[in-house]
């Protein structure tokens, strides 16, 4: 089936009241081991990639992804830009096949985020894509940003209801306490205030730095509004640990489908256990 935007997958998932992943990938496996999952599992997911991700990828096999492969698969199924940092990156992006894009100027002052943003979701929905924002800021490292604990700052819901107002975006990246990255210590998410921001704003809310969190946390996320669930740490545990349990079993081994086989399986697993504890399983139309 053709790609679809963010904003189809994530509308069914907010009536229907699941959670969607957005996977993050950066290789062959990865994008493989998403798309297993998927498949097996029936569930409609966003692939996503990271500005780092599309340096080391380049655009062109990004668009031979997007062109060719996905549509072939018959599950719904998203590529989205994940905290795109300028106008040019989210236009190059939408060139090659994107579907959504994620611009994050959450590190602005608010009526910066929200010209940006503006700007941003008028080239986007002229063509048919979906955009995502960021308000508040999300503390943990995703690649190229990064926001010290001292920096955090909770998303205000009224604040909220403005910027979604104002910018006309589809769906919102909230700051309730996650953490991109490994956690240091337990996180403690703020479910009131997420609450009271879906009261306040009728599009889907994303939750960032979803590895690590505890599943029962996310589902309740997930009941309290969440609709998609961006994880990317997790998958790179589960990649790295496998591959060196398997060079070290294997030492002399060098038929790489030997040692990344086995390692693409361990994120495969992992994305089929998020897919199940998020709801969306069987959830493909
Ligand atoms: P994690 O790396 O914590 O899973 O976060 C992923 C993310 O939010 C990507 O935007």
Redesign the pocket.
Known sequence: MPLLSSKVILEKAQKEGYGVG?F?FNNLEFLQAIIEAAKELKAPVIL?V?EGGIKYMGLSFLEGIAREVLPEVDVPLALHL??GSSFDVIVSAIRVGFTSV?IDASKKPFDENVRITREVVKVAHAVGVSVEAELGK?M?T?EHISVAESEAVFTDPDEAVRFVELTEVDSL?VAIG?????YKGEPKLDFDRLSDIRKKVEVPLV??????LPLEDVRKAISLGICKI???????VAFREKLEEVLIAKRGEIDPRKFLGPAKEAVRSVVMEKIKAFGSERRAW
């Open positions: 957005a993050n996503q990271s994940d905290h994620m999300i943990g995703e990246a996650t953490a991109h990255g490994i939750l960032h730095g979803a590895s690590g961006n994880i990317d740490t997790d998958l790179r």
